[in-house]
């Protein structure tokens, strides 16, 4: 039953969208887009230039236009050529008005690929996208993506649904998930404003408002019974939404008795809840991150790179490291379930690091880089899906960073590793761990001190 070649997020969009196109500008989006710029007007101001992702019909596009002026830029991507034409329309009825605005057919998450925006790294002050940000699968990965075309200090504008947002197809993911097969939004990663505020900060983007948009759709909330279950799940089976649920006979009853349960689950006292609520979340890239420099990387600049076990979290470094030492503390013990884990030193800026989107779409969480403080002094990361441990940082030196030297890849290598220089913490060393005695040798900074005592205990 599992969908075994997923669709491209783009290929899903273009489906969805084609027949939404003409009908697009009639519905709830213009008024909601509306009430968009009005929260976002604070950051725009004539000049500034403004990348408006899956901008669909030119909704935004044309009142950011407005706002930023002539002077300004616009670029509107967006992948489902329906939607691309009609805002064509309205920039053909209305060149003279708009010498700032550029519309790209293309997938958003192949920014690299518009050859107009290869200067842009790092070049846009605004980034918006509005009622889009549900369809990707991984959040991180796209958003991630976004931001390294945004200055340090510009703005990021997305909006997220309310969990209980659109009662029916958030069921219908709910079902999708459980049964392994397609599903068209990925909405169930939003259990709040907070969730959206945790991608946006994984993603290096600060979050300055988080506005709670009320009756987004002018339904407001609604209620529908409980043993409407059967007639909703009938009613849209023919949806694009359903279209992994009508593979075969058996799928679709399956389908069917998983979606009348997770209909049940959320029933309060026999009825179902739908509110009409969005998050919109504004924030800033921070200044620190800088990773236009780094995106610009050619191959040859790469010393060598490496990642988990799963893959989802991969990284190169620019240069080779400076120095290798084995840390035998009870945490690099445990953590790797060994008796030491090697750690190679290079400089944080030298390290480029990349969250991929997962495998498979059952993944409810998005795959990130985890940060574990099991020390005072000092701040680990691993990948959150496979548990690989990849990097440690000490708080008081954050310009190095020592990476796992098991996650290096070494067919990727273009220098020479270091030998292992020192050997560290050997008081914490499991006994059957057996050191050459000349080895001890390279130990005298922590000689007799336990990495809680050097490092501090972690609160
Ligand atoms: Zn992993
Ligand atoms: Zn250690």
């Known amino acids: 039953m599992a969908d075994p070649t997923p669709e491209p997020q783009s290929a899903s969009a273009i489906r969805l969208y084609t027949p939404r196109a003409p009908v697009y500008d009639s519905s709830h989006h213009p008024s909601f887009t509306a009430r968009f710029i009005s929260h976002i007007s604070p950051h725009l101001s004539p000049g500034l230039k403004i990348l408006d992702l899956a901008c669909g019909t030119g909704l935004l596009t044309y009142q950011l236009a407005a706002a930023v002026g002539p002077s300004g830029r616009v670029v509107g991507v967006d992948v489902t050529p329906g939607m691309l034409a009609v805002a ?141 279950a059967d007639k909703l799940f009938e009613e849209g089976i023919d949806k694009e939404i359903c ?20 209909w049940e689950k959320q029933a309060v006292d026999g009825w179902v809840e739908e509110v009409d609520t969005v998050f919109l979340g504004i924030g800033k890239k921070v200044e620190e991150t800088k990773p236009d420099s780094k995106a610009l990387l050619t191959h040859s600049e790469i010393a060598f790179s490496g990642g988990c076990r799963c893959g989802s979290i991969t990284y190169t470094s620019t240069t080779a490291p400076t120095a290798a030492c084995c840390c035998y503390c009870a945490a690099c013990r445990q953590l790797s379930g060994s008796g030491f884990i090697p750690w190679a030193q290079i400089p944080t800026s030298a390290l480029i690091i990349t969250t991929h989107p997962p495998e498979s779409s059952s993944s409810q969480v998005p795959i990130t880089l985890q940060t574990l403080n099991l020390h005072k002094a000092a701040e680990r990361r691993f990948c959150n899906a496979c548990g690989t441990p990849l990097f440690m940082v000490y708080k008081a030196d954050p310009e190095e960073t020592s990476v796992s030297m098991g996650s290096i890849d070494e067919a990727s290598l273009r220098c020479k590793l270091p030998e292992i220089g020192s050997h560290i913490f050997l008081k914490e060393k499991a006994n059957w761990v057996v050191l050459p005695n000349d080895w001890a040798l390279h130990c005298e900074e922590f000689t007799g001190r336990s990495a809680e005592e050097v490092l501090g205990k972690s609160d």
């Open 88 to 228: 064509r329309e309205k920039l053909a009825a209305d060149k003279e008005k708009y010498p700032q605005v550029e519309l790209f057919e293309h997938d958003v998450l192949d920014l690299d690929g518009i050859k107009e925006l290869a200067g842009m790294k790092g070049g846009f002050d605004g980034i918006t996208g509005a009622s889009m940000f549900v369809l990707f699968q991984d959040p991180v990965a796209a958003l991630g993506h976004w931001v390294r075309y945004l200055k340090p200090g510009g703005f990021v504008a997305l909006d997220v649904t309310h969990p209980q947002n659109l009662a029916y197809s958030g069921t219908v993911e709910k079902t999708a998930r459980r049964l392994g097969a397609f599903t068209l939004y990925h909405r169930m990663w939003v259990k709040g404003p907070k969730s959206l505020e945790e991608v946006m900060r994984k993603c290096g983007v600060e979050v300055q408002e988080m506005v709670v948009v009320e009756n987004q759709c002018g339904q407001g909330d609604k209620k529908y019974k409980v043993e409407e």
């Open 243 to 262: 279209k992994g649920f009508r593979e075969s006979e058996e799928v679709r009853a399956e389908a069917k008795r998983v979606f009348k349960e997770e």
